[in-house]
Nanobody, 127 residues
Framework: QVQLVESGGGLAQAGGSLRLACGTS???????????MGWFRQAPGKEREIVAG????????SYGDSVRGRFAISRNTALNTVYLQMNNLRPEGTGVYSC?????????????????WGQGTQVTISS
């Protein structure tokens, strides 16, 4: 049963921007407001890696080394949505981006910190 739904993926050019969004159904709202959330990426032929995470309040964030300074994660609790603003995109950022719910209120930083996943959205960056 899918509980997290990503949107905003697609094709972009290197140097451009995309914004991903992760939402939940209204009936799942109370399952996610008290948890940290994250975005992960899996490039073709590579393992899934952390892109960004934030804690339940959104006041603490963490980023993977390859995106720090270019990507920004945020959440709007009233809209029950988590965003990933991606700027200055690079071709090596191509992959499936997945939204994830942490296992607690803290910022998730590894795969082991994740309790549930969205189905993912494809992001393709052309050079």
């Amino acid at each position: 049963q899918v509980q997290l739904v990503e949107s905003g993926g697609g094709l972009a050019q290197a140097g451009g921007s995309l914004r991903l969004a992760c939402g939940t159904s209204r009936r799942e709202f109370f399952n996610y407001t008290n948890y940290g959330m994250g975005w992960f990426r899996q490039a073709p032929g590579k393992e899934r890696e952390i892109v960004a995470g934030l804690n339940w309040r959104g006041g603490s964030t963490s980023y993977g080394d390859s995106v720090r300074g270019r990507f920004a994660i945020s959440r709007n609790t009233a809209l029950n949505t988590v965003y990933l603003q991606m700027n200055n995109l690079r071709p090596e950022g191509t992959g499936v981006y997945s939204c994830a719910r942490g296992s607690c209120a803290a910022t998730p930083k590894t795969l082991q910190d994740i309790a549930s996943w969205g189905q993912g959205t494809q992001v393709t960056i052309s050079s």
